[in-house]
């Protein structure tokens, strides 16, 4: 591994990273397959070393001792490994199944339309709260059974749990510990009452569910919700943001997209790559071992850089471009046991969003005067501004 001295690992916290990633992960991977980490530990960056993290479990655990968010249940099925782990992925892989998800296409169209309606007039918009936010948060609470008119309620306890806030770590693990009492508390009352009064949604039904012959408890449950929350409420706010992010800043990558939207799926997984909205995940190494001469030790906290791994030119020489019509096979969504669940649903609504979207506002960019700022981690602009003629 890099010596700390000739990598500054503060470089991973530095907001220019947050608008630039690409060219720290450039200068990153230059240093070695892993450096370190902005909190002690290391970070893999190149994309076999990546790709190895998360092949192997084994090594690499994504237990609750990887990532604490301050809840007091592991999350699943993320924080259990192999083997446990596939009897949880049993149950919740067929409820975000494409056929499934297919079904819900015209709902999402619909509720895009919905938002695009209260504000085309305008010819402005933030894009964060008046679509970003709130239409794939609206999908997702529907999907669960939650009341979509609670939303505001529903955001500020993911964002309690993400983004707490505090001025030192300490202040900010202690945000995060009452953020994750209030939301365990939560459904552990919504779980109750399910199981008192079922109804049509994904609570009542996990309520009787059974994995590998017993009924999960309380505490799965509550494990599969709060996971839930911050998966679904969360990235494809992130990614959306991204991508108009991206698009308002190339008009010429945007007008092939408006000019023949039949390239919106190679599109969005283009764009997946090259943003990369989650831009990587905890692991704690379980043994002791070696990634192209970086010694990782047994108890290492270990960050893999997925958006260093999607733009390594070791794997693919032209991965500077960004070339939207691309077969793009990138790690977005992860790899191994561990690959997003949700990967259709954010699919699904990233089309559709633009393909909506550039439907009805093909031209627009960002404010004038407007300075963007990327948190790190999750990746997220705070304020996204656009402008259209009305
Ligand atoms: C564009 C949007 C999304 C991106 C970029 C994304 C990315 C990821 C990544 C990188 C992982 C791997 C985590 C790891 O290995 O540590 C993951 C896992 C996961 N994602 Fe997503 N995700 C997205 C949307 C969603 C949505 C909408 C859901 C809602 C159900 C979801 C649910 C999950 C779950 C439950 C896991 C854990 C899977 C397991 O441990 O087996 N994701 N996601």
Request: aromatic share 8%; charged share 25%; glycine share 6%.
């Amino acid at each position: 591994m890099a010596e700390s001295g000739t990598f500054d690992p503060n470089l991973f916290l530095d907001p220019e990273t947050g608008r630039n990633p690409q060219a720290f992960y450039k200068k990153a991977r230059a240093v070695g397959a892993a450096v370190p980490g902005p909190f002690g530990g290391i970070e893999i960056m190149r994309r076999a070393e990546v790709e190895f993290a998360l092949q192997h479990p084994e090594i690499f655990s994504s237990a609750m001792e990887a990532v604490d968010l301050g809840q007091s249940v592991p999350l699943i099925p993320l924080q259990v490994d192999p083997p446990e782990h596939s009897k949880y992925r049993k149950l919740l892989d067929p409820i975000f199944a494409p056929k499934r998800m297919n079904l819900i296409e015209p709902d999402i169209a619909q509720l895009v339309n919905e938002f695009i309606d209260g504000f085309i007039d305008d010819g402005s918009c933030e894009f964060t709260t008046a679509l970003a936010e709130p239409l794939p948060s609206s999908v997702f609470l529907r999907l669960l059974g939650l009341p979509v008119s609670e939303l505001a309620m529903f955001l500020e306890m993911k964002n309690g749990i993400l983004r707490p806030a505090g001025d030192d770590l300490e202040q900010v693990q202690a945000a995060q510990r009452v953020n994750a009492a209030e939301v365990e508390r939560f459904f552990a009352e919504t779980l109750a009452d399910r199981r008192k009064r079922p109804q049509e949604d994904l609570l009542s039904m996990f309520a009787s569910a059974e994995v590998g012959g017993d009924r999960l408890t309380d505490d799965e449950i509550l494990g599969i919700c709060f996971l839930f929350l911050i998966a679904g409420l969360d990235t494809v706010t992130d990614t959306l943001e991204c991508f108009f992010a991206y698009l308002a800043q190339h008009p010429q990558q945007r007008r092939l997209l408006v000019d023949d939207p039949s390239i919106i799926p190679t599109a969005v997984e283009e764009l997946l790559r090259w943003e990369t909205p989650v831009t990587g995940v905890a692991r704690v190494a379980k043994q002791d071992a070696e990634l192209d001469g970086c010694p990782v030790h047994k108890g290492d906290h270990v960050g893999v850089s997925i958006g260093s791994a999607n733009t390594d030119e070791r794997a693919l020489p032209d991965a500077d471009d960004v070339i939207l019509t691309r077969n793009s096979k990138h790690l977005a969504f992860g790899a191994g046991v561990h690959r997003c669940l949700g990967s259709h649903l954010a699919r699904l609504e990233l089309r559709t969003t633009l393909r909506e979207w550039h439907r009805r506002i093909p031209d627009y960019e960002i404010a004038p005067g407007t300075e963007l700022n990327f948190m790190f981690g999750l990746r997220q602009v705070d304020t996204l501004p656009l402008l259209w003629s009305a």
